[in-house]
Structures are given as structure tokens and as C-alpha cells.
């Protein structure tokens, strides 16, 4: 299990012990937060599972497809350097500690 700090659209920080091996998306949704609508399931075309990765930790993730960077990229809430899809994001050890923020839906 990896530690990581999920903080929804009201603001309120919960940590989650995420399991490996499933993506960021599928850990969000099976810690209850509703925040995240994740509509296509993780097939990488709707953006509702759009994350903040709050400080440095932007950078221990692996870099991006570009079919995510165009999906983000087209979001009304882009952030270079802390948009990402969490869809896209399977989590291993690497990431414990990693402290994302809900994005509002685009
Ligand atoms: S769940 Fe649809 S893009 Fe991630």
C-alpha cells in the first residue's frame, strides 16, 4: 500500500492508502470520493478524472501520452506542471506520499 493525500472540491484533505498496481483514478473512486466523475471508465477520452499534483511530486510521475496532454490541454482548468489525468497514472511505490487535488469539471 502507498500513502497518498487526496484532497476533494470542498477542500477537505483525506489520506488513502492507495493499492498498487491500480491507476490513481481507480484508488480515488474506491476511497469514496464523488468528486471524481471518471465517466469513461480510464479510457483516456472524457477528462473527468482530472487531478492537481500539488508541489514537486509533478515530477516523480511518469511524463505523459499525448492523447492526455490533448484531453488537458483542452480543459478550462489546465495547470502546466500540475494537470494530469489520474486515469493514466498506475501507482507503485514511487508515490508514496503523493498529494493530489480534485479538479473542478471542465
Ligand atoms: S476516466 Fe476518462 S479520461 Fe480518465
Redesign the pocket.
Known amino acids: 500500500m502507498v500513502k497518498i493525500a487526496v484532497t476533494n472540491l470542498a477542500g477537505q484533505t483525506r489520506d488513502i492508502e492507495a493499492e498498487v498496481g491500480l491507476s490513481l483514478?481507480e484508488n480515488i473512486r474506491n476511497n469514496d470520493f464523488d468528486d471524481l466523475a471518471?465517466?469513461?471508465?480510464?479510457?483516456?477520452?472524457?477528462?473527468?478524472?482530472h487531478v492537481f499534483v500539488n508541489g514537486d511530486d509533478y515530477q516523480k510521475l511518469p511524463a505523459m501520452e499525448d492523447d492526455e496532454q490533448y484531453?488537458l490541454e483542452d480543459s478550462e482548468h489546465y495547470q502546466s506542471g500540475a494537470s494530469r489525468?489520474?486515469?493514466?497514472i498506475e501507482v507503485d511505490d514511487s508515490l508514496d506520499g503523493l498529494s493530489v487535488t480534485i479538479a473542478p469539471e471542465a
Open positions: 483514478m471518471a465517466i469513461c471508465g480510464g479510457c483516456c477520452s472524457c477528462c473527468t478524472c484531453l489525468l489520474s486515469c493514466q
